[in-house]
């Protein structure tokens, strides 16, 4: 069983920045794909950042050059560095990760606004 915790949400204005932790004990973590998504009142849930095994990135258009993904192997630990936040990032953030199976965390909820 994958268990993934998240930590780092709040409620923040508008242009200010967050910093989410994911922590995912007891895997071979460095095999996994790691990632947040995030869903809002009403939407689907979306894919935000990725980060593969290989280290490979990607992002959601609308959080390219704001949201920085990165990973720490030795800690199994991956994390989201938010900036410039908008109020349409306001959303649960759910930590991700697999490698045969999708595996997703509670969620840590994100408000911006002012």
């Known amino acids: 069983q994958v268990q993934l915790v998240e930590s780092g949400g709040g409620l923040v204005q508008p242009g200010e920045s967050l910093r989410l932790s994911c922590a995912a004990p007891?895997?071979?973590?460095?095999?996994?794909?790691m990632g947040w998504y995030r869903q809002a009142p009403g939407k689907e849930r979306e894919l935000v950042a990725i980060i593969r095994s290989n280290n490979t990135i990607a992002y959601l258009d609308s959080v390219k050059g704001r949201f920085t993904i990165s990973r720490d192997n030795a800690k199994n630990m991956v994390y989201l560095q938010m900036g410039s936040l908008k109020p349409e990032d306001t959303a649960v953030y759910y930590c991700y990760a697999m490698r045969r199976i999708p595996h997703w965390g509670q969620g840590t909820q994100v408000t911006v606004s002012s």
């Open positions: 007891g895997i071979f973590f460095s095999l996994y794909t």
